[in-house]
């Protein structure tokens, strides 16, 4: 085997440019998987410490409505203080807060910014205690009492929103309201929330002439108690005084572990297809392979029936061109996963440094490079299997007569 091994390699060394040529769809194809792959793992890791912030034990409840937050008006699409008391009130229920969002124009001076003003309270900030969601950098968090402050997004103060420069103790204007910066939030690494504000949750609903409305509503289930039952028992009570059918709910109920789930699946479906469409490329190399092989079998006819005339097994044949074909798709994994790990870096980069967020990172696992470097080298075997079938199976003295 070891001598079938060094066989063939020293004749695709004789061979250059032919096999770099006949590996570049080979390395094209790993280079694209690996990449996507990599920032795919990177992308799932933020999503999953994400969730672990958020934690294990919360429901959420959302009303199932069209269009942007604040867009419906029907009672029936919209959550309700009445809703909010009874999700308050469920046995195994510790806390529950809601949040109201609203698109809506801030100004700084003379110049104006539409962004996203979520309306919390500070029982809804606890339910978070502990998570870079609700951490400020800068001063502090709002409190019920604060009807004229606010908190900003990263971006407001250490990004290029404003040229007029904001920071703590700085003003903005919501409305004509005046509203006195006192806290910097975290930087989260998306622009809906570090472009966004936070201001107490009483004073957005009157500004925005809200009414009983409820937004979001957020849950954190007691110690001892089942988060799935609690959440299935939500979703009953909140049917029964909706008097809504089952499965014409105009809400949703579901656990942060559910989130999760969905989240991966819709995202695991996309990854799968993008990967799908660049091992397109593999395809290819691998009929490139084959092609260099049934042509190598030519050139080599008399070669190979030197080799067996002077004793050769049609097995020696076939593994050694098992192992040319073999080596090309291994080295041409190999070129790839370099490639590839060189253009998830760059697409870290760009979104790290020039875009301002954190991410999107690539993600190298030892899984990944093995069983890139492995399924490059069945590819290439593979691809090399009808044409060493076709040069072992031919006879010494037709060989070296075709010659």
């Known amino acids: 085997m070891k001598n079938h091994l060094f066989l063939a390699f020293t004749n695709l060394k004789r061979r250059k440019l032919r096999s770099w040529l006949t ?4 390395f094209i194809g790993i280079a694209a998987v690996v990449s996507l792959i990599s920032l795919g793992q990177g992308l799932q890791n933020f999503i999953d410490t994400q969730f672990e912030q958020l934690g294990a034990d919360k429901i959420i409840i959302e009303p199932e ?24 009130n469920f046995r195994g229920v510790e806390s529950a807060e809601s949040i109201l969002t609203r698109t809506g124009v ?20 606890n339910l978070f205690d502990g998570s870079d969601f609700v951490e400020v950098i800068e001063g502090r968090q709002i409190k019920n009492s604060d009807n004229s402050k606010t908190v900003v997004g990263y971006n407001h ?22 509203f006195d910066i006192v806290g910097v939030l975290r930087k989260q690494g998306n ?18 002439e809200i009414g009983n409305e409820e937004g979001i509503i ?27 059918e089952e499965g014409e709910e105009t809400f949703s109920v579901q656990t942060s572990a559910q989130l999760l789930e969905t989240f991966s699946t819709i995202f695991t479906v996309i990854q799968a297809v993008f990967v799908g469409i660049a091992a397109i490329s593999l395809v290819v190399g691998g009929i490139g392979i084959m092609n260099t092989m049934y ?18 097994k049609n097995s ?7 192992f040319e074909s073999g080596l090309l798709g291994l080295v041409g994994g190999i070129i790839g996963i370099l490639l590839g790990a060189g253009i998830g870096k760059s697409v870290e980069y760009v979104a790290t440094v020039q875009l301002g967020t954190n991410y999107l990172q690539a993600i190298f696992g030892w899984q990944l490079i093995i069983g890139a470097m492995t399924f490059s080298f069945i590819i290439g075997a593979l691809s090399g299997v009808l044409p060493a079938m076709q040069a072992a199976s031919l006879k010494p003295a037709e060989a070296l007569r075709h010659a």
Request: aromatic content about 8%; cysteine-free.
């Open 65 to 88: 409505s069209f269009g942007p937050p604040g867009s419906v008006s029907d009672e029936q699409l919209i959550l309700d203080d009445g809703d909010l008391k009874t999700i308050q």
């Open 316 to 322: 020696d044949i076939l593994f050694i061109f098992l």
């Open 157 to 178: 103060v250490y990004g290029n929103i404003w040229e007029n420069e904001l920071r703590v103790g700085s003003s903005i204007e919501i409305k004509g309201k005046k």
């Open 106 to 125: 801030i100004e700084n001076k003379k110049e104006q910014e539409v962004v996203f003003i979520n309306g919390v309270s500070e029982e809804y900030i």
């Open 191 to 208: 622009p809906f929330d570090d472009n966004s504000i936070w201001i107490e949750k009483e004073t957005l609903r009157n500004i925005f």
């Open 218 to 244: 957020v849950a954190k289930a007691d110690s001892g108690f089942d988060v799935e039952v609690i959440a299935e028992g939500i979703r009953n009570e909140l049917r029964n005084e909706k008097d809504q």
């Open 295 to 312: 042509t190598s079998v030519l050139e080599r006819t008399k070669e190979i029936g030197t080799m067996k005339a002077v004793g050769a």
């Open 23 to 26: 590996i570049l769809g080979i």
